[in-house]
Nanobody
Framework: QVQLVESGGGLVQPGGSLRLSCTAS????????MGWYRQAPGKQRDMVAT???????NYADSVKGRFTISRNNAKNTAYLQMNSLKPEDTAVYYC?????????WGQGTQVTVSS
């Protein structure tokens, strides 16, 4: 069983930046595909960005060019660097290991973009 803990959320003004971190324990982190998903109030949980064990990345169209997903296997940690944040990026952000269907989820971290 993989345990995931997210951190780094908060309140930021439009145009600002945040970096989310997701630290894993209880597993061999390097073998897992990792992903960031987000859920706004009243909406479904959507994929934001994913990274394979080999480092290949994929992004939702709405965040391409603004967000960057990365991983440090030595630290068992995945990151989501978020730049040029917009109010529509406001959501709870969840870390996932192993895919959304059968993988493990973190508890979520709130990101609010507002002036």
């Amino acid at each position: 069983q993989v345990q995931l803990v997210e951190s780094g959320g908060g309140l930021v003004q439009p145009g600002g930046s945040l970096r989310l971190s997701c630290t894993a324990s209880g597993t061999i982190f390097s073998i897992y595909a990792m992903g960031w998903y987000r859920q706004a109030p009243g909406k479904q949980r959507d994929m934001v960005a994913t990274i394979t064990s080999g480092g290949s990345t994929n992004y939702a169209d709405s965040v391409k060019g603004r967000f960057t997903i990365s991983r440090n296997n030595a630290k068992n940690t995945a990151y989501l660097q978020m730049n040029s944040l917009k109010p529509e990026d406001t959501a709870v952000y969840y870390c996932n290991a192993g895919g959304p269907a059968k993988g493990s989820w973190g508890q979520g971290t709130q990101v609010t973009v507002s002036s």
